[in-house]
C-alpha cells in the first residue's frame, strides 16, 4: 500500500507560482511513475504531468506545458510540481498519483490539495 499527501495548495494571484509537494509513506515509490492529476468544479479529473522512476522522462499536458515543471527527489520519496504563470482556469484540487506517466492513472491517490487562482 501506498500513501500520499498532497501539500503546497492556497490561493495565489494570476501570473503567480505554487510548488505542490508528494510526499509518499507506507511502500516506497522509487520504481514507480508518478503523476499529477487535476479536478475542477464539475469538470473531469486531468492529467497535468508525469515522471518516470528516474527522474529522466517526463511528460505535460498541453495545457500547462511550459508552465509547470514536474521532479522527484526519491531518497525523500517526495515529488514535486513547480507551476508558473498560473492562471485562472489552473484553479481545480491537484491530485498525486502513484504509477502515473502519462494520462492513464495508477491504482494509488492522494487526498488532493486546492489551488485557487484569482484573476
Same mark, same amino acid.
Given at each position: 500500500?501506498?500513501?500520499?499527501? /498532497? ?7 494570476? @501570473? @503567480? %507560482?505554487?510548488?505542490? %509537494?508528494?510526499? +509518499? %509513506?507506507?511502500?516506497?515509490?522509487? @520504481?514507480? +511513475? ?9 469538470? /473531469?479529473?486531468?492529467?497535468?504531468? @508525469? =515522471? ?12 500547462? #506545458?511550459?508552465?509547470?515543471? =514536474?521532479?522527484? /527527489?526519491?531518497? #525523500? *520519496? ?5 507551476? *508558473? ?11 498525486? *498519483? ?5 494520462? +492513464? ?12 487562482? %484569482?484573476?
Amino acid at each position: 500500500q501506498v500513501h500520499l499527501v /498532497e501539500s503546497g495548495g492556497g490561493l495565489v494571484q494570476a @501570473g @503567480g %507560482s505554487l510548488r505542490l %509537494s508528494c510526499a +509518499a %509513506s507506507g511502500r516506497a515509490v522509487v @520504481g514507480y +511513475a508518478m503523476g499529477w492529476f487535476r479536478q475542477a468544479p464539475g469538470k /473531469e479529473r486531468e492529467f497535468v504531468a @508525469g =515522471i518516470n522512476w528516474s527522474g529522466r522522462n517526463t511528460n505535460y499536458a498541453d495545457t500547462v #506545458k511550459g508552465r509547470c515543471t =514536474i521532479s522527484r /527527489e526519491n531518497t #525523500k *520519496n517526495t515529488v514535486y510540481l513547480q507551476m *508558473n504563470s498560473l492562471k485562472p482556469e489552473d484553479t481545480a484540487v491537484y491530485y498525486c *498519483n502513484a504509477g502515473a506517466l502519462g494520462p +492513464a492513472p495508477g491504482n494509488f491517490w492522494g487526498q488532493g490539495t486546492q489551488v485557487t487562482v %484569482s484573476s
